[in-house]
């Protein structure tokens, strides 16, 4: 399956070095983002359709708040080929003034990227594969320059669907039969 990696993160509302950063967090409320989607598959091309993406923001109580998304559209990527995507999301919903208050103090502010997708294979002799789910996320650390802390490129891991999480927090007894269910569907990457 593909592997998917953040090469570049860039908040520029939480760069405190620029010289009007207070009054940037109410007027740059973007992400700028450049991922890399790489098959690295010697004979089996990739149909992905829409690449959904969505960003969060970890908030100082352990919870995620969805603060924007992003669609890429879909593409067939060939043999062994790497794509890129470089572009902006403008965010809803940031409490930018906590996070500009603890990049400011010099700690790090944490956001999550989470990719969803439907792919098809394609065989070496022209037929595809049914589809499967690639559901793949990471977390990235953004310090007071508005830039993700890892210098190397982060990569993006699988995740549990969200109903399986709902259903392990309940308890409920079906999640045995669900797990087996979904992780037949689920590529890592």
């Not at 190397?152 to 087996?180: C, F, H, W, Y």
């Amino acid at each position: 399956m593909p592997t998917v990696h953040i090469q570049d993160f860039y908040i520029p509302a939480l760069n405190t070095k620029l010289p009007n950063f207070n009054s940037t967090t109410a007027t740059a409320n973007f992400i700028f983002f450049d991922l890399e989607l790489k098959n690295e598959m010697k004979q089996v091309g990739v149909r992905y359709k829409n690449v959904d993406l969505t960003f969060y923001y970890s908030t100082p109580k352990p919870s995620l708040l969805s603060v924007a998304n992003y669609t890429i559209p879909g593409f067939y990527q060939g043999r062994d080929k790497a794509a890129h995507c470089c572009d902006v999301a403008e965010t809803r919903g940031m409490p930018w003034l906590d996070a500009s208050a603890a990049v400011s103090n010099g700690s790090t502010v944490v956001f999550r990227l989470e990719l969803s997708a439907a792919v098809k294979l394609k065989r070496f002799f022209g037929s595809y594969s049914k589809t499967k789910q690639l559901l793949l996320g990471a977390n990235v650390e953004v310090n007071g320059y508005g830039e993700k802390v890892q210098k190397k490129n982060i990569k993006l891991k699988q995740r549990v669907p969200k109903k399986v999480k709902d259903m392990a927090a309940t308890g409920e007894s079906e999640l045995k039969l669900l797990v087996v269910d979904s992780n037949a569907s689920v590529y890592s990457a």
